[in-house]
Every structure is written in structure tokens, then in C-alpha cells.
């Protein structure tokens, strides 16, 4: 219980007393150099060709549940059909995906399908992309998942309050040209801030979680559980899917000496695999990970290890039961736009912002100096290559998370850095600015926001229009 506590306490002040004196010296850090470099949309690892012409069809309802993290701590919350994590939804790529969702709390919500290239009036922004599904209401979602991979749903009425509670779920879009696993498990983290009582803490979006990294919990659950185990023969091969749905907090994955692949970010397969120790999941990241047991009887622990000290997030034992060790290449997507450059133009540029006052006295966090509702517009060119820039004066961190589109990092404090692999979501340390490459490839109003959902609460979101 104690290292949350410092976690909290100490190092966001530290973080908040740093920040104003960094703020001016960083954007003279930045020289524009020339855009002469294309990237086609066809080069990309996704489009949006295949339709098997299936329909899968789901019912999903949000109310009120009691849930049990350990043996203390239980109490009424939030929920998708009674349970947290919400239902896993597994459908094949190309299917039409249908979800007939009936809204049985007393409070408006929606559902956004983090990371599906949906129809935009599919995505589930209230006031952007469709009213506020009202308590009492229905709403049918449709779309055709395009992409294989691991993503999730939640809600995107005071996400901070929602998803806290418990209002997220998987859904795992597989592709039949991809290996098959003989354990192919999706592994949701998320953390809770529970009180000595055992109880959930509501309160929500308090001053303080907002004008620092958000809402950390002290409770880390996997898929519901507090440190639970799996289990796996020697020489098996498995695939997880980590999705973080935490409110804020991000780990970093420590694997011990378990031998792992990294082989999707956000829910794209990557170019190139690569190590996954050390990989920063942010809120709303996922990472899919290729585990080869070993030929032994042995214990694994999973850590995270994001704040500098160790969390244990559960435990593979691999047992005695050994299977033929199976030998297919690890999956790795066909094409890969070459997004390697270093002189290139920025064509849009947000500017992130936290802890300033608001006309209310509250705090808000702003995006090129508006809080959501309001907003700079701001768009992009369908098809064509462009640069998007995040820049953070601050020590807080901003997992910036775009609707409907993939974009690669290209560079972080103007230094080039080539990330083998594609994301929805991309975490902006304190101080830091990251230059994303681009090509979108469905139109509409996409919500760009911080993930940290209290940030996001306190206005750091904007809406980019894709014409
Ligand atoms: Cu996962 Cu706009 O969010
Ligand atoms: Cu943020």
C-alpha cells in the first residue's frame, strides 16, 4: 500500500514544480526541414478490402453489478452484461460485427471500439458522432472489422467515471492466416483505487488525479483477478493479448526470463518483432506477445515496472505436461510503409497543456489552448502522408490516443526513431515531443484525446476532421 502512496504524492509535485521552468526553452528546439518523401496509402499493413459477408451479433448491456476482486474488497459497480471485463467479442476479419446495446444505467453513455476502423458514426463520441445513448435507450453499433487484432470497447460519457467502474471489454478480431495458437488468451489490466473499506473510492475526477498522471489505483487486476495464474505445458506457444483499460496508469512489462516475442501493437501486426520487456503500455495500448514455454517445470512471474519499483501482475506456471514444440514463423505483417525520414514539415501541431485554471476554478487540460467542448479545428488529407506533432511542456505524461486511424512515431524530441510497428496510442513523456507519420484512410470526425481519462475529462481533446 505505501509505494502507491509515495507514487502519488511525491513525484507529481516534483512533476508540477519542474514543469513551469522547462515550458520555454523547448520550442527552439525544432528546425523544419523539407516534405519531399511519399507514402502511399497502399503500402499500409490494413485497407479496407476483405468482407466475408458474415454477420455476428451481439447483445451488450450496461447497469449496475457486484464484483469481487479479492477476498476484501467487493462492492457494487459498473457493467457489460454483469461482468469485468465486459464479454470478449471474437469474430474473423472481414465479418460485419452487430451490437445490439441497451443502456440499463441511469446516466447517459455510448461505446467506442478503441482502435476498429469503424464508420465514423459508429465510434461512439457523444455530440460528435451520435447523441448520448439516454438511460433506458438502445442503440444497434455496425460495423465490418477490417482489421484483425486485439481491441476493446468502452464508453465515452465521463470515460473517467465509466470505465473506472468497470465498463470495458475485448474484442479480438483473428485473421485465419495467421498461426493458431493452442492458447490464444487476452489479458486485460486494469488498476482500482479501493478504500480501506474495501469499497470503491468515487471520487472521481478530483483535482488532484487532474492536475497530475490521472487516477492511479491500488489495486491491479488482471482480466478481474489479483495476481492470478496461468497455466501452460513445456514448449507450448501462446499468444497474449495485453490491453490496458487502466483510467492512467502505465506499466512496463518485464517478462523475467520467459521467452518473448512482441508481435502486434494496437492491434496491427508489426514489421519487425522485437523484445517486449520494457515495452510501455499506456491506457488504451495493447501489445501481443508470443510466449515459447520452456522444455522445464518452472514458475514466471510478469511484472511492471513503469514507476521504478516492481508490481507482480500474475504468474505463468509452465507444467509438466509437455507438448511437441510448435514451429511456425512468427507472424509479421506483409508491408510496411517506409516512414524513415528525418527532414520533413509538421503539418499539424497540438499543443498539449495541463493544470491551468479554468473560469470555474477548476483545472483544465488543453490541446493548442482550448478545453473540450472546445475546440480548434483542425483536419488532415485523406490519402496523402502527413506529420502530426505532440508537444508537452509539462512533466505530466499524455498517452495521445486518435480515433479511426494508424500512425507510426517518427520521431521524439527531434530525434528520428524508427518504432518497427504502427499504434493508435502513443505515450508523450513530460518534456517530450513526439512527430507521428501519417496516411489516413477513412473520413470523418475523429476524437484525438489524452487517455489518461481525468485529462481527457478536463478537456484535453480535440476533434480532427479526415477529408
Ligand atoms: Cu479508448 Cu477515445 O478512446
Ligand atoms: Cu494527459
Redesign the pocket.
Known sequence: MKKYVVLLVVLPFVGFIAGSLVTNTFENRYIPGNNDISVNAADLPYDNTVKTGTIKEFDLSASTATIQLNDNDRFETWAYNGQVPGPELRVEKGDTVRINFTNNLLVDTTIHFHGIRVPNKMDGVPDVTQTPIQSGETFTYEFVAHDAGTFWYHPHVRGNEQVERGLYGTIVVEDPNEPSYSQDKVIVIDDWRILANGKLDENFNNMHDIGH??RWGNVITINGYVLPEMNISSNERVRYRFVNTSNARVYTLDFGELNAHAIAVDGVLVRDTFDPNGFELAPGNRLDVDITAPDSNETFVIKDRFAGFENDLFVVHVGEERVDLQNFELPQAEKYPDMNISNYIVDREYA?D?GGMGMMHNIV?TINGQAYPNYQESSLSKNEFQVIRFSNPSA?????HLHGQFFKVIARNGVSVDEPFMRDTVLVHGFETVDVGIVPIDGGDWALH???LE??EAG?MTVVEVK
Open positions: 498522471d490521472g498539449l495541463q487540460a505530466r505524461i499524455h498517452p495521445m489524452c487517455h489518461i485529462h481527457a484535453m
